[in-house]
């Protein structure tokens, strides 16, 4: 069974920077590419960030293109966001996942497994 449980959100001005991470329990996490997807309120689950399996590769949604870095330690089954620069538009909850099926990251049905969430508050 595979859990996954995300730290490090909270309250922060705009401008200010907040990193979460994600930690992995169970089988597979080597295997599998991680990513971060969030949901603000009324609104559709949307992607932000993904990295590859052994971290060559990462994708980023367009309007957090170089605010966030996506990275992970596949020793300690961890993957981190970095976000810099915040905005009030990235006050979400935001969902750690992972994926072991092919195709594209920014997709979230291909993802296997997800976290419970952490919240991420920007004021402005």
């Known amino acids: 069974q595979v859990q996954l449980v995300e730290s490090g959100g909270g309250l922060v001005q705009a401008g200010g920077s907040l990193r979460l991470s994600c930690v992995a329990s169970g089988r597979g996490y080597s295997l599998s590419s991680m990513g971060w997807f969030r949901q603000a309120p009324g609104k559709e689950r949307e992607f932000v960030a993904a990295?590859?399996?052994?971290?060559?590769?990462?994708y980023y949604t367009d309007s957090v293109k170089g605010r966030f870095t996506i990275s992970r330690d596949n020793a300690k089954n961890t993957v981190d966001l970095q976000m810099n620069s915040l905005k009030p538009e990235d006050t979400a909850g935001y969902y750690c996942?992972?994926?072991?099926?092919?195709?594209?990251?920014?997709?979230?049905?291909?993802?296997?497994?997800w976290g419970q969430g952490t919240q991420v508050t920007v004021s402005s």
């Open positions: 996942a992972q994926k072991r099926r092919s195709g594209n990251a920014a997709y979230s049905y291909l993802y296997d497994y």
């Open positions: 990295i590859s399996t052994n971290g060559d590769a990462t």
